[in-house]
């Protein structure tokens, strides 16, 4: 009787664990990705946690080096570390013509990317550690020359350039 019964069981136990998992991830928040209607291509006013990273995927919880790529449409795309942005817009064929934000690690605003100075040595969400500032410094570079340095791997994440850059 059991030998009958036991294989009705299981497969009633694996449909309702199937549907316990469906219902709990229906009833998880949605994060926001990509956000459209922004056709002024302003900055979006982010909450730590709702936001999602365009390149990395993970949520946003720090709100030090956001950035946001927007593009002519509205679509809006956010970051949480300035390298994975560039990462993710090289290969797009917008990369030259999108409105890209950073937020000022020295103003508490956002600036224009392209006119934002970046320190080399900053603590970041990916470790890439590059802060974007309003006000330039020595040894800060400009938008070009950390694009440059993220796709050569130049980051506090490669243990040369971190001891080069660091001295540890």
Known sequence: MI????????????VAIIVTLFLSLASTKKMIVVQEGNLNQIPIEMEVGKFQD???????????DLSQVIIKSGKSWFFHDH???VKWLEDKEFKESAVIWVMSRDTKRYI?????????????????????YENKKDLYVDFDTMRLRMLRGETLNNPSIKK???GN
């Open 3 to 14: 030998r009958k019964i036991l294989p009705f069981l299981i497969i009633v136990s694996l």
């Open 54 to 64: 365009s390149d990395c995927g993970m949520t946003i919880n720090d709100l030090t």
């Open 83 to 85: 390298g994975g942005l």
């Open 112 to 132: 224009k990317a392209r006119k934002a100075y970046y320190s080399l040595r900053d603590t970041t969400a990916m470790g890439n550690g590059f802060g974007a």
């Open 164 to 166: 080069q850059l660091l």
